[in-house]
């Protein structure tokens, strides 16, 4: 107990110093006459507001006071320390110059404060928060090269709204404001506030751009407000229409024609060779459910533009359906640009609405290297070249054909007994069309901005497991897509197959799988078949502080062929397609991130898994390619890729070093890191990763693996520092980790803080894991 009372003396003596030295430090630097300002102070003075109100009303001014004091740490400076011992750059780039003026932080000085202007701000701000009769001073308190200004507001009684008037003439778009009234944000009763009464005036607005008032601005509305009329703070208020309001802002617009043009280009409207508006006679042949397209080279098939617009014929306009419009021939995904313009024919008060679409080159062939991490968590690099055609049926369908050739190389660990073998060499090619509507019995509606789409696929595999095994897989599924919103995806395959055909399989892998026998599966044919779901939601793009990622996969193999068939492999009575035993299983994944911004340059995120993969009926396992894995670079990164769990199996048990490939069925993740830029393109991270797999059965050649009430004490942590260099086309991650506790050491010794031996080189070679990879982890 004293030796840690002393030590916490030690450290706050030691901060004490350090606070005192920097703040010294700091001052010195000031010229003569020049104060360092620390910030400022509010004091409101008035007995007759409540506690709630006087702690809102100085938080808010507090907010907008400026400028802004240094940012401190526990009374320290570091960055104004920065920039005061940092000598002046000879150039506006460089170490020095990011040093000084990007880590650093220019002093702010007393001279910097505008206090009258702070003063103002202050008035104003009470008043626009009720406080009408506010009033403030200030005084500039000195010491030591330091300076900080005391402000003193009086704010007296606040106002609150009283009855609330909405314009009563016999117009039409007072009659529509009227029909408004029942959603107002004025309450009577409430305090006075600017920043409602301007979300009421912008409420207004968008509501009537709903019911056809195309040309009304939210700055045609003013509320007036009277505080002589009534007693105990209230005010009447008075919502009206401003005396020079536009005509056009009051007169309600319908649509008449909707003319498309398909191939629209700026050169050939430079050349005449389109002209807005059209008459009637010149869009006459092209008529189609009320939409005119002018396409004379027959691009485009015009039924998708009456799938993708809105309007029709006599609607009133509304900018919901004129949003939706844009945004839907955009997801498209076959015109480069898209833009819009209204002819206004102010005697019938309507509008011919226009589309000027600008289509992408419809055919393109593209070559790409990439570094990916698959299924498997081995880490390489694929070479892609894919060809496109963004129209391939006239209505916008997009046929992709890829080619592809590919390594994985596991990064570290023992060396293989045969030089070269376990690496993994792939090529294989696919085809995919995606058609931009729900092709299905049953009518599907949706009033997304993103237009559904149903995509079909098929795709070869050829794998080989350099000197073990070679693989054949054959895949092929359908199904649709669609989003709800930016936020919200689905993704249903009504029908997902796989087909896995073993070759090749070399006498020193099949003496490996007669020595564990639970590897004998990786290389079993294998038939999957079956519906996926999948739903992602994410906020990642929003400019806000906490973001949040979430993708939920359900998988459903053979269920209801298991169940025709009458199939129990648990029983002897597995049942074969062609030959061949089908999977029968149902998996859960859940996939949820969060990320939240400390600063501009830094970020906190992670990461939870869990899944649960069950086989039943005509199968005893789950497919080993269905499985769940652990350890490697995106994953925990303390542990190499698969050689983690499951529970607390001990991998090393194996002949053969190199060869772990554990699988599980159960999988409980769990990741967090702490990212910093450093310096332009190079960010730094400090991780901590935990988690493991298990199995949902007994297997008796892995005791341990079998998910039971001690999994926690299972649970493998790990974690350790990382450099990311981000190039903008390519992120290059290295992420050096070790282990903190290992799950299939002796369960009294699984914590490894007391073993760290950094000066060892056996220990380093042992416990130190390189991760090499292409992009972040999660």
């Not at 029983?571 to 400390?598: A, C, L």
């Amino acid at each position: 107990m004293k030796n840690s009372l002393k030590t916490y003396f030690q450290i706050a003596l030691f901060t004490g110093i350090s606070a005192g030295i920097i703040s010294c430090s700091n001052t010195k630097f000031l010229k003569e006459g020049q104060f360092l300002y620390t910030g400022a102070k509010i004091k409101i003075e008035d007995s007759t507001i409540s506690i709630k109100d006087k702690s809102e009303l100085k938080d808010g001014l507090e907010e907008n006071l400026t400028p802004k004091p240094n940012s401190s740490f526990l009374g320290l400076r570091p960055k104004l320390y920065i920039y005061n011992i940092t000598k002046e750059p000879k150039k506006q780039k460089g170490f020095l110059y990011w040093l000084k003026y990007k880590l650093g932080e220019k002093p702010v000085l007393l001279s910097d404060v505008d206090r009258e202007f702070n003063k103002d701000i202050i008035v104003n701000y009470s008043e626009n928060n009720g406080y009408f009769n506010a009033k403030a001073n200030y005084d500039t308190l000195t010491k030591n090269k330091k300076a900080e200004v005391h402000y003193t507001v009086k704010p007296k009684k606040r106002y609150y709204f009283g009855e609330i008037h909405f314009p009563s003439d016999s117009s039409v778009l007072s009659s529509e404001i009227q029909q408004l009234s029942g959603k107002t944000f004025l309450k009577t009763g409430e305090p006075f506030d600017l920043d409602v009464i301007k979300a009421e005036r912008q409420r207004i607005d968008n509501a009537l751009k709903e019911r056809g008032f195309y040309y009304f601005d939210d700055n045609d509305l003013v509320l007036q407000v009277d505080s002589t009329v009534s007693e105990n703070q209230r005010v009447e208020a008075f919502l009206k229409l401003k005396d020079n309001t536009p005509q056009l802002a009051k007169e309600q617009f319908t649509i008449d024609k909707t003319i498309v043009f398909p191939d629209y280009s700026i050169q050939d409207k430079k050349e005449g060779l389109y002209h807005v508006p059209m008459s009637e006679d010149s869009l006459q042949p092209h008529h189609y459910n009320d939409i005119y397209v002018v396409d004379p080279m027959k691009k485009f098939k015009p039924k998708i533009f009456d799938r993708a617009i809105y309007f029709e014929k006599g609607d009133l306009y509304n900018r919901s359906d004129h949003n939706l419009t844009l945004n839907r021939l955009i997801s498209l995904g076959v015109f480069k640009f898209v833009k819009n313009e209204f002819v206004l024919d102010t005697i019938n008060k309507k509008f011919d609405a226009y589309y000027l679409l600008t289509p992408q080159k419809l055919q393109s062939l593209r070559l790409e290297l990439l570094g990916k991490t698959n299924s498997a968590n081995y880490d390489g690099s694929e070479l892609n070249l894919n060809w496109t055609h963004r129209n391939f049926f006239r209505g916008a369908e997009q046929l992709k054909l890829s080619a592809f050739g590919g390594f994985d190389v596991q990064v570290g660990g023992a060396k293989p007994e045969t030089k070269g073998s376990g690496n993994i060499f792939r090529f294989g090619g696919d085809a995919q069309l995606s058609i931009p509507r729900i092709l299905a019995p049953f009518r599907f509606k949706t009033s997304s901005a993103y237009v559904p789409r149903t995509n079909i696929s098929l795709g070869y595999e050829f794998m080989s497991r350099i000197k073990w095994y070679t693989l054949n897989t054959f895949n092929t599924s359908f199904g649709y897509n669609w989003k709800e919103n930016a936020r919200k995806e689905h993704e249903l395959k009504v029908l997902d197959v796989s087909y896995v055909r073993p070759s090749k399989i070399t006498p020193e892998y099949d003496s490996i799988q007669n020595a564990f026998p639970y590897l004998k599966h990786v290389t079993e044919e294998q038939l999957i078949f079956g519906p996926t779901y999948t739903y992602t939601y994410t906020t990642t793009m929003l400019p806000k502080k906490n973001t949040l990622y979430y993708r939920g996969l359900l998988d459903l193999a053979g269920n209801v062929t298991g169940l025709l068939f009458g199939a129990n492999a648990k029983k002897g009575e597995q049942k074969e397609i062609f030959g061949v035993p089908f999977s029968q299983y149902v998996k859960m994944e859940n996939d949820f991130r969060f990320y939240h911004k400390t600063s501009e340059k830094t970020q906190f995120a992670s990461r939870l898994i869990a899944g649960l993969a069950y086989p039943y009926g005509n199968s005893l396992t789950i497919p080993y390619s269905r499985q769940f894995f652990a350890g490697g670079s995106n994953s925990i990164r303390a542990f190499r890729a698969r050689t983690l769990g499951p529970g607390s199996y001990d991998p090393r048990s194996t002949t053969n070093s190199y060869v772990f490939d554990q699988a599980g069925d159960i999988k409980l993740e769990l990741n967090a890191e702490y990212r910093a830029n450093l310096y332009k393109f190079l960010n730094a991270a400090v991780f901590v990763d935990a988690g493991n797999i298990w199995l949902v059965n007994e297997d008796t050649d892995r005791p341990g693996a079998k998910f039971s009430k001690d999994w926690l004490s299972e649970v493998a942590i790990g974690g350790g520092i990382g450099l990311r260099m981000d190039f903008s086309i390519l992120i290059l991650r290295l992420d050096l980790a070790m282990p903190f506790r290992v799950p299939y050491y002796d369960k009294n010794d699984r914590w490894m803080f007391d073993k760290i031996d950094f000066g060892n080189k056996d220990w380093r070679r042992n416990n130190l894991v390189l991760n090499i990879a292409i992009g972040y982890p999660f």
